[in-house]
Nanobody, 119 residues
Framework: QVQLVESGGGLVQAGGSLRLSCAAS????????MGWYRQAPGKQRELVAS???????NYADSVKGRFTIFGDNSKNTVDLQMSSLKPEDTAVYYC?????????????WGQGTQVTVSS
């Protein structure tokens, strides 16, 4: 099992910045990738950004150039630096870890942290 604890959400004005942090514990040796997803009211959960243990990063088109994901394998953490925030970035942000054991992939989720961007 993998446990994920998120922190760093809050209320910010449009154009501002926030940094989200996620720390993994438990069976961390088998983590393949970590990332951030978000879910706005009435919408499906969507990928924001992810980073593999090898360092490959992936971003949603809507956040490219504004958000940066940082993965630290030694600390088993993943941070999301969000800049130039827009009201449409308002959502609950979830940390996700993908664990790979003998080719089988398992997803683990954090409890979510609210990000609200006011106009």
């Amino acid at each position: 099992q993998v446990q994920l604890v998120e922190s760093g959400g809050g209320l910010v004005q449009a154009g501002g910045s926030l940094r989200l942090s996620c720390a993994a514990s438990g069976s961390i040796f088998s983590i393949y990738s970590m990332g951030w997803y978000r879910q706005a009211p009435g919408k499906q959960r969507e990928l924001v950004a992810s980073v593999s243990r090898g360092g490959s990063k992936n971003y949603a088109d809507s956040v490219k150039g504004r958000f940066t994901i940082f993965g630290d394998n030694s600390k088993n953490t993943v941070d999301l630096q969000m800049s130039s925030l827009k009201p449409e970035d308002t959502a609950v942000y979830y940390c996700k870890a993908v664990r790979q054991i003998v080719g089988l992939m398992s997803d683990y989720w954090g409890q979510g942290t609210q990000v609200t961007v006011s106009s």
